[in-house]
């Protein structure tokens, strides 16, 4: 029988000068997908761009520090949500997606730590091979690229410009 995956709940912590962001987990066992984590505490807290904070990871009794790490919120996009359960009465309402990028180290306090950050270390991207970029769809090349430099190629740049950019990108990546 399989066990359904706890969520994580954080806890926001403001304090006069740093906001903080604590979050109680099971080493091994907890899988953190930090832009799922902190998307909701973004938002609910209204974070503003430039706005740093730590986030903290506790062990389930909240007694050991595990580990730390700096981060800032380095974009805010504003959109509209539309709800149409009612087609007479349309209910828009206003969006704030945040992004946040770690500004520093990940400090680990415990040597279990070790076990629960694996998914949080900077990786460099993989470098497919030329065959495999020649094989990708235009929409493939673009989502490959927005990984790569956080934005994706102008409108009516050829295929053959697209992978010679990401080839490119990915060489530098690697260094």
């Known amino acids: 029988m399989r066990q359904a995956k706890r969520v994580l709940k954080?806890?926001?912590?403001?304090?006069?000068?740093?906001?903080?962001i604590q979050v109680k987990c099971v080493p091994g066992e907890d899988e953190i997908d930090v832009a799922q984590l902190l998307g909701?505490?973004?938002?609910?807290?209204?974070?503003?761009?430039?706005?740093?904070?730590?986030?903290?990871?506790?062990?389930?009794?909240?007694t050991q520090l595990l580990a730390v790490r700096r981060y800032i919120v380095n974009e805010v996009k504003e959109r509209l949500?539309?709800?149409d359960i009612n087609?007479?009465?349309?209910?828009?309402?206003?969006?704030?997606?945040?992004?946040?990028?770690?500004?520093?180290d990940l400090v680990v306090f415990h040597e279990e730590g070790n076990l629960l950050f694996k998914s949080l270390e900077d990786e460099k991207p993989e470098k497919p091979?030329?065959?495999?970029?020649r094989d990708m769809s235009?929409?493939?090349?673009?989502s490959t690229m927005k990984k790569l430099r956080g934005s994706g190629f102008p409108m009516g740049t050829t295929k053959v410009a697209m992978v010679r950019s990401i080839r490119k990108h990915l060489a530098v990546a690697q260094e």
């Open 10 to 20: 954080p806890q926001v912590i403001n304090v006069f000068d740093n906001a903080v």
């Open 40 to 62: 909701h505490s973004l938002a609910r807290f209204e974070f503003i761009i430039g706005m740093s904070f730590d986030l903290q990871f506790l062990s389930m009794d909240g």
């Open 138 to 142: 235009t929409a493939d090349l673009q």
């Open 129 to 133: 091979n030329s065959s495999e970029l």
């Open 87 to 104: 087609h007479y009465q349309t209910l828009t309402k206003t969006v704030f997606d945040r992004k946040c990028a770690p500004i520093g």
């Open 81 to 83: 949500h539309v709800s």
